[in-house]
């Protein structure tokens, strides 16, 4: 379903961020407003998945790329969509295939004719935007699937003897489905690592599949979005996120649930790197930031540590014969 949105941001709610962190609960309660009324925009076309949402906010605020897997038809691009359009991001999507070459994401060099000469201008390809989702990332091969790695991380890319800046705030949002393996690249280690979360997309509840059945099935009305947020917004909440105190005993023990990962030599080939550390801290402050506490929790830390952890764990051979 096509979705009409506003331009205008919500000035009621833009006025709220502030580039001033105050731990104070008024607000903090402000920053939670801006979240839950996006959260209650995004119900307009998503049904459910308050949790996954959640996760891809944490993501943004944490300046991080997320990687989403579920079954198909679970509204996993719809989502990233939706929320492309809520934040007023320039929205692109590259659907990857096994013959999708590395020029088709970043661009390529054209010839142009100009007065009568002939010279070579870059075409930007479709990562030149805000938020890139990455259908189905692990059909491409790995050298197309490698073309994103400089994108993902240090927000430029290279094309020739030139580098260009990608726009900010950047997010590579990929999706990937656990079934239909034929065809498929699994995704080197080196570059899952370079996505923040995992977030598992499930199945709605039986309630919500009739909400979904009700609103698809026999509407065909257009739902009209307002956006929330612009990029200024989003640079500053990122700035925000950062800022969000945590305890010593908190940031040790986060510490410590990475550094397990390492120690099981029984099952565990291969543990997660300091990046999950880093990243466990920093989305933590930011599903606190997300629910308005001036503090990171150790809830945040048992939420977060399976979509942080998942995809860096490498399992060796007797593990995975157990099916552990």
């Known amino acids: ?30 920053y939670k407003q801006i979240f839950d009324e996006l959260q209650k925009e995004t119900s307009k076309i998503i049904v459910g998945q308050e949790s996954a949402i959640e996760q891809i906010l944490v993501a943004i605020l944490c300046d991080g790329n997320a990687l989403l897997e579920g079954y198909p038809g679970l509204a996993k691009t719809l989502m990233v969509r939706t929320l492309a359009q809520l934040m007023d991001l320039k929205f692109s999507r590259i659907q990857n295939t096994p013959d999708l070459m590395p020029s088709d994401i970043t661009g390529t060099y054209i010839i142009e004719e100009a007065s009568g000469k002939r010279q070579f201008k ?20 790995p050298k197309t699937q490698s073309a994103l790695l400089e994108a993902m991380q240090e927000k430029q890319v290279t094309a020739g003897t030139n580098t260009f800046k990608l726009d900010l705030p950047f997010f590579v949002l990929a999706t990937q489905n656990p079934i239909e393996q034929e065809g498929t690249y699994p995704l080197p280690e080196a570059q899952a690592d370079r996505f923040l979360l995992k977030i598992n997309v499930t199945y709605p509840t039986y309630e919500q599949e009739l909400q979904i059945v009700d609103r698809y099935a026999t509407e065909t ?8 947020l612009n990029k200024n917004h989003l640079l500053t909440l990122q700035n925000l996120t950062r800022q969000v105190p945590i305890a010593n005993d908190i940031k040790q023990r986060a510490v410590k649930i990475v550094l397990a990962t390492r120690q099981n030599k029984e099952i565990i080939q291969y543990g997660a790197s300091p990046r999950a ?27 977060l540590a399976y979509p942080v952890l998942r995809h860096r764990i490498i399992l060796n051979f007797e593990a995975e014969r157990k099916g552990m």
């Open 1 to 30: 379903m096509v979705s009409e949105v506003s331009r205008e941001p919500r000035m009621s709610l833009s006025r709220k961020v502030s580039t001033d962190f105050a731990v104070g609960g008024d607000y903090m309660k402000n």
């Open 122 to 141: 870059f075409q930007p390809g479709p990562v030149f935007a805000n938020v890139l989702l990455a259908d189905e990332i692990n059909r491409a091969t």
């Open 221 to 228: 009305r257009e739902q009209k979005l307002k956006v929330m």
């Open 277 to 303: 550390s880093i990243g466990l801290i920093l989305a933590s402050k930011a599903r606190a930031l997300i629910q308005g506490r001036n503090h990171v929790s150790n809830d945040d830390l048992n939420v």
